[in-house]
């Protein structure tokens, strides 16, 4: 028997086992552009606050490590991970906004939603018009997803799920308790050694962007920081807990300027990481890279503290938001029998047609002249800023004309891409270069004939997705067009 054919079989017996049903996949309502129609202030509110999610009783009991293999349980503590929240207002009165950034290796929409769920009364209570939950994508943090516990069962612990949410609602409660008036400043920096695209084609944005929150009376700083890597600079033999170089990044900054810092990433498929010297060395003495990623942070941290207020551009106190819902096809055969086994916990829906869909969403945040584009998924580059592979270089052979348009065409070459934002589709592939295994797909990946590995597409939906993120993105863009007519 082939893995196809077992896990199809075990489809088959889970769908006796279990009597969820699978809901119907149906068109999802169009979203609306909500802004103020002018600034009506001269300062933004912001408040900031940072809690622990590292649980007590790591010491003695079990917990799975996320990010490499199965069944790899934590052996350590290397740093503490955290849950970041900022609350930001324009002070309209159409009421703020809330991100929250979490040093974990992603959040699904369900336990987003649980989230949401829990700060429904403060969100009624303050006027919350916008809750973001993004994910570090730390491949050093424990298991938040499932699928990097003993499989077949789950990895994900409901009582270190608990001290996620519990901890966050925390935060996002203090940040509001916190807030502070000020002025809001958007820096940029390019940041040209620290990356790696181990996927051809080679293409990845090297800016690192810097918002800086100045209070007025003068009391700590706060940055959100983006940048495009990968949170693995630990690399898979690492057995501790940590949130990777993001960790020290932070703390370097806070040392450097006592200065907050949330920190989420941008476009990182393909695979975007960073380059770490003597790797290989690093590996042959035992592979402990601990000392590498703290170098890493704090570079990081370095190129974004060389941002100097004289290229700093001020941001006008003027937010708006959009939340669109859409369905993205679900063909991989292995994230559905993780799903209708439990493994993970995600609502699949009859698909119009045939086959299966899972529901996730796009939102777009424009502060001032700045959008901030919150993509549920590990985007390839190219998708966001263009260089397809042609014809002669791709996997299947066919050209960049089946690929959807570059997002940047239709949302502004400026436009900052947050991926893991409120959900993890996984790896979002050009449909010309998205190659299967001719009979296992999606179970074991392949070479194609230049020889290269597709691995990324066995952690992904399938090859529509790419094609359903430009028409849900395009209907948002839609929406704000009409809205500022």
């Known amino acids: 028997m082939t893995p196809l054919e077992a896990a199809c079989r075990l489809i088959n017996s889970s769908l006796k086992v279990r009597s969820k049903r699978y809901a119907v996949c149906n068109e999802t309502e169009n979203a609306v552009f909500d802004a103020p129609p002018r600034a009506r202030s001269s300062r933004f509110s912001l408040g900031f606050s940072a809690k622990s999610i590292l649980p007590h009783d790591v010491a003695n009991k ?3 490590i996320a990010g490499y293999g199965s069944n790899k349980p934590a052996k350590g503590i290397l740093d503490e991970p955290r849950t970041h929240a900022v609350w930001l207002d324009d002070l309209s009165g159409h009421g703020g906004i809330v991100i929250v950034s979490i040093d974990n290796v992603g959040m699904l929409s369900s336990d987003v939603n649980r989230l949401r769920a829990r700060l429904h009364d403060f969100a009624m209570f303050t006027g919350c018009r916008s809750i973001n939950i993004v994910s570090t994508h730390s491949h050093a943090g424990i298991d938040t997803m499932g699928i990097w516990g003993p499989l077949p069962l789950s990895g994900k612990d409901p009582s270190y799920m608990e001290l996620v949410f519990s901890q966050t609602v925390r935060a996002v409660k203090e940040a509001y308790n916190s807030r502070r008036n000020g002025r809001l400043y958007l820096g940029k920096v390019e940041v040209p050694d620290m990356q790696e695209d181990i996927r051809t084609p080679v293409v990845f944005s090297k800016t690192l962007t810097r918002l800086r929150f100045v209070p007025d009376d003068g009391s700590r700083q706060v940055c959100i920081i983006n940048f495009a890597s990968h949170s693995e600079s630990l690399q898979g033999e690492n057995e501790r ?9 932070r ?8 200065a907050d810092t949330l920190y989420c990433v941008g476009a990182v498929g393909g695979m975007i990481s960073m380059h770490i010297p003597d790797k290989q060395e690093i590996r042959k003495n035992g592979g402990d890279f601990s000392q590498a990623t703290a170098e890493i942070g704090r570079k990081l941290a370095d190129y974004a503290l060389s941002i100097s207020p004289d290229d700093e551009i001020p941001l006008k106190p003027k937010i708006g938001c959009i939340r669109q819902e859409a ?3 679900a063909e991989n055969t292995v994230l559905l029998l993780a799903a209708r086994l439990g493994i993970l ?10 086959g299966f869909a899972l529901k996730s969403e796009i939102s777009l945040i424009e502060i001032d002249s700045l959008r901030l584009l919150l993509l549920p998924c590990e985007i390839f580059p190219e998708l966001v800023y263009g260089g397809y592979l042609n014809s002669e270089q791709s996997a299947t052979g066919m050209g960049a004309e089946i690929n959807p348009p570059p997002l ?3 949302i502004g070459e ?4 947050i991926g893991l934002a409120n959900d993890e589709l996984g790896y979002v592939i050009p449909p010309n270069d998205f ?10 990946n392949v070479r194609d004939v230049h020889g290269r590995k597709h691995y990324e597409e066995t952690n992904s939906l399938g090859p529509q997705t790419a094609e359903a993120i430009f028409k849900t993105v395009c209907q948002i863009v839609n929406s704000v067009e009409k809205t500022k007519i």
């Open 327 to 329: 369905f993205f096809k």
């Open 241 to 249: 807990i940590s949130a990777d170089f993001p960790h020290y990044m």
């Open 251 to 258: 703390e370097r900054i806070k040392e450097k300027t006592g």
């Open 62 to 64: 079990k917990y799975y």
């Open 345 to 354: 916990d995600a609502e699949a829906y009859r698909a119009q047609g045939s």
């Open 408 to 410: 940047s065409e239709i």
């Open 414 to 417: 400026n436009t900052v891409i």
């Open 435 to 444: 190659f299967l295994h001719p009979k296992t797909p999606y179970f074991e």
